[in-house]
């Protein structure tokens, strides 16, 4: 199953950037054994689209055709990494072939697209950063792969 980040605004060089490249390469060679990946990432530019309708049609045109959607939002339930790494393999294991997980902009989500997801996630009460949300995200995948090959990397 391919993995998508569909995420409103544009991560340059930096610590950032670094982290998620790196977790996405790790994610890539340990996802290949369990038929996850590549996860490819979508940087929609926010200058085009400054509120949440504007941007959401950015995403839909980022999205695979008929990819599952996972919306990141506040409103959605906060799932252990476990939870997480299961939900992904239960989604590969139905046939999904891609997956897309969607961030919006500064003001969240458009109600109307959100309303599409397949599945709404949360990292959390607190408001974090778009940047930090996608760092997150990509150690999530990673984390959630080494979970299912079994690797020592995740500690209960």
């Given amino acids: 199953m391919r993995l998508h980040i569909c995420a409103i605004g544009r991560i340059r060089k930096?610590?950032?950037r670094a982290l998620i490249d790196d977790y996405l390469a790790r994610f890539d060679r340990t996802g290949r054994a369990l038929s996850l990946?590549?996860?490819l990432e979508h940087q929609l530019d926010d200058r085009k689209a400054t509120t949440a309708a504007e941007q959401a049609?950015?995403?839909d045109r980022a999205l695979p055709a008929g990819a599952e959607m996972v919306a990141l939002d506040e409103r959605g339930p906060v799932l252990s990494s476990r939870e997480f790494a299961a939900y992904i393999a239960a989604r590969r294991d139905a046939g999904i072939s891609d997956m897309a997980f969607v961030i919006g902009g500064a003001d969240g989500l458009d109600p109307e697209f959100r309303a599409r997801s397949h599945?709404?996630?949360s990292f959390?009460?607190?408001v974090w950063p778009h940047m930090l949300a996608r760092?997150?995200?990509s150690e999530q995948l990673y984390r959630a792969a080494t979970i299912l090959s079994g690797?020592?990397?995740h500690r209960d």
Wanted: with cysteine; glycine share 14%.
């Fill in 14 to 16: 930096g610590p950032e």
């Fill in 37 to 39: 990946g590549p996860c």
């Fill in 57 to 59: 049609k950015l995403l």
């Fill in 119 to 121: 599945k709404l996630l």
């Fill in 124 to 126: 959390g009460a607190m």
């Fill in 135 to 137: 760092v997150m995200l």
């Fill in 151 to 153: 690797s020592p990397y």
